[in-house]
């Protein structure tokens, strides 16, 4: 299976977990990754830093967009904060244009786009290019469709990917053959404490990851949100929001997917995807095996970082 993963990593560590869990699974070629949100290009010399940690140094990176399409704004990546990332890693801002030329070569080999950031390199696409995602499979984390018991009582506005730039948002839903995997669903994957361990023993990519989890846990206060909540593990670090998209596009039995109609409707200053007869035909992941996707992970990034 040919996968291109676009990524708004180096901020939320999720897309870095995302990414580990890619490069673990057999069968799975990733054919190219260009970054979202990257302004100066500091996402994508973390990705590379990432791939070059587990050996996978032939895999093309591409810098994208670096601005939301709706309101012009940046959003910068973590920065020097050493608990996360290494000091001296080197920026790589790519040419206008040169993530949508990595995407629609990926597109025509057949890959199936998994999209862990904002939607922005994908819209922009479609707008240059229009029918190229028509021809694609994608599958995207973001869209606000209910939430379960036990879990935190947010909202839409914590839905970064769709809200940071709704008009990309509504392109993508528009046009795209389109799987969609609402955050509330993703609650229900978690990285905890217990996990740190296996992680710094599997090899570099998972010492850095360990590193950044345990930063993440302590400065969001994680473990005190998982206390809080019944459907939440007492050592909670962080949701695997990203991990869980690629799972669905791998089409992985413990990831329930849905067929049904959606419309993308703008309310109270959010979007919100609607369920409805009138909306575009859309699968949704609908429910996740929790624990099976914890040991599902863990084992792909040992996989990961396995010589040969």
């Given at each position: 299976?040919?996968?291109?993963l676009d990524t708004d990593l180096g901020g939320d560590i999720d897309d870095?977990?995302?990414?580990?869990?890619?490069?673990?699974?057999?069968?799975?070629?990733?054919?190219?990754?260009?970054?979202?949100?990257?302004?100066?290009?500091?996402?994508?010399?973390?990705?590379?830093?990432?791939?070059?940690?587990?050996?996978?140094?032939?895999?093309?990176?591409?810098?994208?967009?670096?601005?939301?399409?709706?309101?012009?704004?940046?959003?910068?990546?973590?920065?020097?904060?050493?608990?996360?990332?290494?000091?001296?890693?080197?920026?790589?801002?790519?040419?206008?244009?040169?993530?949508?030329?990595?995407?629609?070569?990926?597109?025509?080999?057949?890959?199936?786009?998994?999209?862990?950031?904002?939607?922005?390199?994908?819209?922009?696409?479609?707008?240059?290019?229009?029918?190229?995602?028509?021809?694609?499979?994608?599958?995207?984390?973001?869209?606000?469709?209910?939430?379960?018991?036990?879990?935190?009582?947010?909202?839409?506005?914590?839905?970064?990917?769709?809200?940071?730039?709704?008009?990309?948002?509504?392109?993508?839903?528009?046009?795209?053959?389109?799987?969609?995997?609402?955050?509330?669903?993703?609650?229900?994957?978690?990285?905890?404490?217990?996990?740190?361990?296996?992680?710094?023993?599997?090899?570099?990519?998972?010492?850095?990851?360990?590193?950044?989890?345990?930063?993440?846990?302590?400065?969001?206060?994680?473990?005190?949100?998982?206390?809080?909540?019944?459907?939440?593990?007492?050592?909670?670090?962080?949701?695997?929001?990203?991990?869980?998209?690629?799972?669905?596009?791998?089409?992985?039995?413990?990831?329930?997917?849905?067929?049904?109609?959606?419309?993308?409707?703008?309310?109270?200053?959010?979007?919100?995807?609607?369920?409805?007869?009138?909306?575009?035909?859309?699968?949704?992941?609908?429910?996740?095996?929790?624990?099976g996707f914890a040991d599902y992970w863990l084992t792909a990034v040992e996989?990961?970082?396995?010589?040969?």
């Amino acid at each position: 299976m040919l996968v291109h993963l676009d990524t708004d990593l180096g901020g939320d560590i999720d897309d870095a977990c995302a990414l580990a869990f890619l490069l673990g699974q057999p069968g799975v070629q990733l054919a190219g990754v260009t970054t979202v949100a990257d302004r100066a290009g500091l996402r994508a010399g973390y990705t590379r830093h990432c791939l070059d940690l587990a050996g996978r140094g032939g895999v093309p990176v591409i810098a994208g967009a670096g601005l939301s399409m709706t309101t012009l704004r940046v959003a910068e990546p973590v920065i020097d904060d050493e608990r996360y990332w290494p000091g001296g890693l080197a920026c790589r801002p790519a040419p206008a244009g040169a993530a949508l030329d990595l995407l629609q070569r990926n597109i025509e080999r057949g890959a199936t786009l998994v999209a862990i950031g904002p939607w922005t390199n994908l819209a922009l696409l479609e707008v240059a290019r229009p029918g190229s995602l028509s021809r694609a499979s994608v599958v995207a984390t973001g869209g606000w469709t209910g939430l379960g018991a036990g879990l935190p009582a947010w909202g839409p506005d914590m839905d970064f990917n769709v809200q940071w730039d709704s008009r990309a948002a509504e392109i993508v839903a528009a046009t795209a053959d389109l799987t969609l995997v609402p955050l509330p669903v993703t609650l229900k994957a978690h990285l905890r404490a217990a996990d740190l361990p296996r992680l710094r023993a599997s090899g570099p990519l998972g010492e850095l990851l360990a590193r950044q989890g345990a930063a993440h846990g302590r400065d969001y206060r994680m473990a005190e949100l998982g206390r809080l909540h019944a459907g939440l593990p007492d050592d909670l670090i962080n949701f695997q929001y990203d991990a869980v998209a690629c799972a669905v596009a791998l089409g992985w039995p413990g990831a329930i997917v849905e067929q049904t109609r959606l419309a993308f409707v703008y309310e109270r200053g959010f979007v919100r995807f609607r369920p409805g007869p009138a909306g575009r035909p859309t699968r949704v992941l609908a429910d996740l095996d929790s624990a099976g996707f914890a040991d599902y992970w863990l084992t792909a990034v040992e996989a990961a970082q396995r010589p040969g």
